[in-house]
């Protein structure tokens, strides 16, 4: 699940990558934000999902995956959109558009 949230006075938006798996011991989020380097999300116990905020400039679209126990890559099954990425998978997007 992502929750955008835009800023008057920059062109950035902070977007919240949230992501349950009622199994997962760890979550870790990769995108080409990040150089695909995959970032340990925070587990939040009262939402029951791992959690993690970054801030990127807007009017663009960004790829991303999460990789559930250094093992499984999913998708955000609410994104904005999905893309094939060469592996014969889709990665999930992020627009970071204005409304």
């Not at 800023?7 to 997962?24: C, G, L």
């Not at 790829?63 to 999913?74: A, K, M, N, Q, T």
């Not at 999905?82 to 970071?96: A, I, K, Q, W």
């Amino acid at each position: 699940m992502l929750t955008k949230r835009f800023f008057k006075t920059k062109d950035e938006a902070e977007i919240t990558f949230s992501f349950s798996h009622p199994e997962a011991k760890t979550v870790e989020l990769a995108g080409d934000f990040n150089d695909w380097q995959p970032e340990p999300m925070k587990f939040i116990k009262k939402d029951s999902a791992f959690k993690l905020k970054h801030r990127l400039p807007t009017d663009k679209d960004y790829h991303f995956r999460y990789l559930i126990d250094g093992e499984v890559w999913d998708n955000d099954h609410q994104a904005d959109d999905y893309v094939p990425n060469g592996f014969g998978e889709d990665n999930s997007v992020v627009s970071t558009a204005r409304a």
